[in-house]
């Protein structure tokens, strides 16, 4: 089957956006990932002269200042719990001394600063993409521009959104009034549920619950709704193909993950038989194996997460190789702030995906914008403010009351 489509409607992204290309070579996409991504117009060096983790409101925000009196803050997920060690042994001592304009660059020296590639994987690049953000924070509020325009320019501000419950416990009929509930809430036009038992070698997790909800899931929703099925990993490639046969025949939106993240392979032939798109990449951490499943089509819509795969700017690159192919990209969130990076992200980048997903995220940070973000008719603005576009008197409220981890 034929995955280098010249005609994006399958993928239900606009075709203006993105030009489908046969045959792009390796050293194209190559070339993609490695120009440049970040620009900064400052005329002055940004050093870099303290980074600290403070924790508060059940929230870690990873803070830093420079020696001219400058201030960024990001906040990391929840996994900054038990990853600190690694962060503040391994990865702020690098950037201490450093010049922030130089960003782009200093991802790759932490990259090799005390022989940190051997720890390669999501612990490191989850670290890396909080100083990262606290980093691009600080760009952004001295010059005076959201986190978009420093990497490429605002081109949307609005992000449409698709609303998922990660229920694995419910019967179909109760996942259905769950992802109700959840639609009414927010006026999403898009859900997304779980089949497969996750990482569970074929196994669901309750009997005849994933085809009892794939069946149901159109008939209930109705014909308007965007359906997204994630299978976590689930099946091999012969029982993937058979869920998917049944995704194709509701006509599904596209098909997560249905063999595990590291057989890319599997992941490939079930692509390959399908006319669904499949989704895959939120576990993917190296560049050059998302180069290999843009490369070999292993997938017709991208999902870097963009804590996991090291931040932004490595994962621009990704959308760059992604948008050779005419491939959209729709990231993986994780964390209950993961939804501002992906804002800020499909607000500059020009191949992302139809709908992003909303983990209720809106609802625990959204205190830290002004006006208070907020999910509506389906729709969530992007910020506007400098930098990451958090309110300086919200975030400094909390900050004040936060202990330091």
Not at 146 to 173: F, K
Request: glycine share 10%; hydrophobic share 40%.
């Amino acid at each position: 089957m034929d995955k280098t489509y010249t005609d994006l409607s399958y993928l239900h992204l606009d075709p203006s956006l993105t030009q489908a290309k046969a045959g792009v070579s390796l050293a194209e996409l190559e070339a993609a990932a490695n120009s440049p991504v970040l620009v900064v117009d400052i005329a002055s060096p940004v050093i870099i002269e303290s980074m600290e983790l403070l924790f508060n409101n059940g929230l870690y925000f990873l803070r830093s200042r420079a020696k001219d009196g400058s201030v960024g803050v990001a906040v990391a997920s929840e996994r900054a719990a038990y990853l600190h060690p690694l962060l503040k042994q391994l990865i702020i001592p690098y950037f201490i001394g450093k010049d922030a304009r130089d960003l782009e660059k200093l991802l790759d020296g932490v990259y090799v600063y005390e022989s940190n590639y051997k720890l390669s994987g999501l612990a490191l690049w989850c670290c890396i993409s909080w100083v990262e953000a606290s980093l691009l924070d600080m760009l952004g509020r001295i010059s005076g521009k959201p986190v978009g325009d420093l990497l490429g320019g605002v081109i949307r501000s609005e992000v449409p959104i698709y609303v998922a419950s990660g229920n694995r416990g419910t019967t179909p009929e109760e996942e259905i009034e769950v992802l109700q509930r959840r639609m009414a809430d927010t006026g999403a036009k898009a859900v997304k549920f779980k089949v497969g038992g996750r990482m569970s070698k074929n196994a669901d997790s309750i009997q005849g619950r994933s085809e009892g909800l794939i069946q149901l899931a159109r008939k209930t929703l109705g014909d308007n709704i965007a359906i997204h099925a994630d299978g976590n990993g689930s099946y091999d490639p012969p029982v993937a193909i058979e869920y998917g046969k049944m995704l194709e025949e509701i006509g599904a939106f596209f098909y997560e993950e249905p063999c595990p993240f590291e057989h890319l392979e599997d992941t490939k032939e079930v692509a390959d038989a399908l006319v669904v798109p499949l989704a895959f990449g939120e576990q993917e951490t190296s560049i050059r194996r998302f180069r290999w499943i843009i490369a070999n089509d292993a997938a017709q819509v991208v999902q870097p997460d963009l804590q996991y795969n090291g931040g932004l700017i490595r994962n621009t690159r990704v959308a760059r190789m992604a948008a050779l192919k005419g491939i959209p990209v729709t990231p993986h969130i994780s964390g209950g702030f993961g939804y501002v990076y992906v804002l800020h992200y499909a607000s500059y980048i020009p191949n992302i995906g139809k709908f992003q997903e909303d983990k209720s995220g809106v609802k625990t940070t959204g205190f830290l914008f002004a006006p208070p973000m907020e999910v509506k008719d389906g729709i969530i603005k992007t910020p506007t403010g400098p930098g990451l576009g958090m309110d300086e008197s919200a975030v400094n409220a909390v900050l004040r009351k936060a202990l330091v981890v």
